[in-house]
């Protein structure tokens, strides 16, 4: 089952505007990571925050993270024609080390955002 | 470097068949993951490996068998394939989970474009 839910699932803009998404979770995290897709293609990282983390900013992206919501969104400025694409969040459920190291992503199913010329 | 590389990219195949899908990194990763992307399913991940001869079950697991030999390569294989095996396949690979310095950052391939009729 999904772990993290993206809203909303399309998200149609004007070059030069700001794109928001946001991404809903069930579980506790340790971090939360947001990928994104252009069509044809595989799923590129964009950014990492962790759960002690409630913003970060990498060029003209910034995730913030509200763990007492269980949320995060992903805002892109000034958006531009090359940021149409599928944008995913990833979770890693927290789990407890054992003695033993099991890591594995679990994706939502995405906004598709397009930014028109 | 190449990353993460698929093979082959497009296969068609008729109900029964069987076939393999090859899944090579060259970053000396450890963990490495099979998912299967649908319309409006997201990403869902088939079986992942955490180290050479090593791999688990996923949220998909039935109808898929994989193996892991080298720590290079992980092999999706289908047995009988099925029309609901119809879906394009990613395979990724990181460093390990989220112990530092690792971000935890999944390295995507291409995908595989598989179709069963």
């Known amino acids: 089952s999904q772990q993290g839910e993206e809203d909303p699932q399309a998200l149609s803009i004007q070059e030069g505007e700001n794109a928001t998404m946001n991404c809903s979770y069930k579980?506790?995290?340790?971090?939360l990571q947001w990928y994104r897709q252009n069509s044809g293609r595989g799923l590129v990282h964009l950014i990492l925050?962790?759960?002690?983390?409630r913003e970060k900013h990498s060029g003209r992206l910034r995730v913030t993270l509200d763990t007492s919501k269980k949320s995060s969104s992903l805002l892109i400025t000034a958006s531009r024609a090359a940021d149409t694409a599928s944008y995913f969040c990833a979770t890693d459920a927290f789990r407890s080390h054992s003695g033993g190291s099991n890591y594995k992503l679990t994706f939502g199913k995405g906004t598709l955002l397009t930014v028109n010329p | 470097n190449a990353g993460v590389t698929q093979t082959p990219k497009f296969r068609v195949l008729k109900t029964g068949q069987s076939m393999t899908l090859l899944c090579a990194q060259d970053?000396?990763?450890?963990?490495m993951y099979w998912y299967r992307q649908d319309p409006g399913m997201g990403l869902r991940l088939i079986h992942y490996s955490v180290g050479e001869g090593t791999t688990a079950k996923g949220e998909v697991p039935d109808g898929y068998n994989v193996s892991r030999l080298k720590k290079q390569n992980f092999l999706l294989g289908l047995e009988s394939a099925a029309p609901s095996q119809t879906s394009v396949y990613f395979c990724?690979?990181?460093?390990?989970?989220?112990?530092?310095?690792?971000?935890?950052?999944?390295?995507f391939g291409e995908g595989s474009r598989l179709t069963v009729l």
């Open positions: 579980t506790s995290i340790n971090n």
């Open positions: 925050i962790r759960s002690n983390e």
């Open positions: 970053m000396n990763h450890e963990y």
């Open positions: 990724a690979s990181s460093y390990s989970g989220t112990l530092a310095p690792n971000t935890g950052e999944l390295f």
